[in-house]
């Protein structure tokens, strides 16, 4: 076993003067032994706080996947059920650039089946649903970015429609795009509000957020396609009368039949022959 210089040179010292051994650690020993734990301490709060680092960095990412996916499921869902009946009732779906309800570009708005009734709501499954970035409440995040939100409005026979209650959905939205795709390209715009226009065969949805902090990346693009099935309404059935002779078909025309005259009763008191 190997001993510490500066312990053997005292023990000779000690040996040389007559004296025993001492059992004490002199200063220099201390010292020593000082210096090495704070090193090793110094290392382990290194490991230590990377180790929180790379934690609180997964939690975020975690944190942020969850957002949008969460985000990703809702938008999906509504353009999945999207029901455009092309009378009064349900005949919306209109978006683009330019942003009805905030200074940030991009509006969506379409009408579908996937309103759900709160206790004490009595309304239909039909509902009125607007996607837009509005203003964040969060003042960290400055005024270069906004909130994804999504708002609902049940009653659409309503005279007087009040503000739609706002879900927030993703923070720190920088753009939104919405692209219609109509067989043959993608449009930036598609205004279907009276029910005369067509509807596009897909839609697609697209957000850039920022970075939650200034140490990790911007997340990559979040892009949402959805084709949309379409329905031929269904017309209304009516009775027509068509000529049997002008009939395209091999079946031969059934002639009618010629009623045989009914003779008059003869006079009474006299006999035909």
Same mark, same amino acid.
């Given at each position: $076993? $190997? ?21 004490? =650690? %002199? ?20 490991? =230590? ?28 869902? *509504? ?7 092309? +009378?009064? =009732?349900?005949?919306? $779906? ?16 379409f009408t579908a089946t996937t309103g ?21 409440? *969060?003042?960290?995040? +400055? ?18 429609? *009040? ?18 795709y109509d067989g043959q390209d993608w449009?930036?715009?598609? !205004? ?7 509807? !596009? ?22 892009e949402i396609l959805v084709p949309l ?8 059935? %009516?009775?027509?009368?068509? *000529? ?30």
């Amino acid at each position: $076993m $190997m001993k510490c210089p500066l312990t053997a040179l005292s023990i000779a010292r000690n040996r040389r003067n007559g004296g025993t051994p001492a059992s004490a =650690f %002199t200063l220099i020993e201390i010292l020593c032994a000082t210096a090495i734990a704070a090193i090793i301490l110094v290392a382990v709060y290194g490991i =230590f706080q990377r180790s929180a680092k790379t934690r609180d960095y997964a939690t975020l990412r975690i944190h942020e996947a969850r957002q949008r996916e969460h985000a990703a499921s809702i938008i999906r869902n *509504d353009l999945r059920n999207a029901y455009i009946s092309g +009378g009064v =009732f349900a005949s919306t $779906m209109e978006g683009g650039a330019q942003s009805q309800k905030s200074r940030f570009p991009g509006y969506l708005r379409f009408t579908a089946t996937t309103g759900k009734n709160q206790p004490g709501e009595a309304y239909g499954d039909v509902q009125q649903v607007e996607y837009y970035v509005a203003e964040s409440s *969060d003042s960290t995040t +400055g005024n270069s970015t906004g909130t994804f939100v999504r708002a609902l409005t049940r009653d659409l026979l309503a005279t007087v429609q *009040d503000a739609a209650p706002e879900e927030q959905l993703l923070p720190r939205v920088q753009t939104f795009e919405v692209a219609f795709y109509d067989g043959q390209d993608w449009q930036q715009s598609w !205004p279907l509000t009276d029910g005369t226009s067509t509807l !596009p065969s897909a839609i697609r949805v697209r957000l850039q957020q920022t970075a939650a902090s200034e140490h990790v990346p911007d997340p990559t693009p979040l892009e949402i396609l959805v084709p949309l099935t379409t329905q031929q309404p269904i017309t209304s059935s %009516t009775t027509s009368t068509t *000529d049997p002779s002008t009939s395209t078909g091999s079946r031969t025309p059934t002639p009618t039949p010629t009623p045989t005259p009914t003779p008059a009763p003869s006079p009474s008191g006299t006999r035909t022959r």
